[in-house]
């Protein structure tokens, strides 16, 4: 079993940035692809990025590529979405999710553990 538990949300400014953190417990956090998703109220979630478990591969929406970027420490159990030059479009619940499985890194159902989420709110 693995817990996922995100952090670092809140409120800044348009252009700024935030680094969002997924601590997961349990001893087997190597094995895992880990997915950032997003939700903005009356919307669909959507996928954000993703860090695969074999060579920490990463892989981006086409709205945050080149702003957002994922990374991971596995020694730390811990994976990182760092947020740079803000939208208030970026304002969301964001979440982090794991799987063992293969398939598209965008597919949401191939994920089976969810973090809680944490709100990233971006004002302009």
């Known amino acids: 079993q693995v817990t996922l538990v995100e952090s670092g949300g809140g409120l800044v400014q348009a252009g700024g940035s935030l680094r969002l953190t997924c601590a997961a417990s349990?001893?087997?956090?190597?094995?895992?692809?880990m997915g950032w998703f997003r939700q903005a109220p009356g919307q669909e979630r959507e996928f954000v990025g993703a860090?695969?478990?074999?060579?920490?591969?990463?892989y981006y929406a086409d709205s945050v590529k080149g702003r957002f970027s994922i990374s991971r420490a596995n020694a730390k159990s811990t994976v990182y979405l760092q947020m740079n030059s803000l939208k208030p479009e970026d304002t969301a619940v964001y979440y982090c999710?794991?799987?063992?499985?293969?398939?598209?890194?965008?597919?949401?159902?191939?994920?089976?553990?969810w973090g809680q989420g944490t709100q990233v709110t971006v004002s302009s």
């Open positions: 999710a794991a799987r063992t499985d293969g398939g598209f890194f965008y597919d949401m159902s191939t994920y089976n553990k």
């Open positions: 349990g001893r087997t956090f190597s094995s895992f692809t």
């Open positions: 860090i695969s478990r074999n060579d920490a591969s990463t």
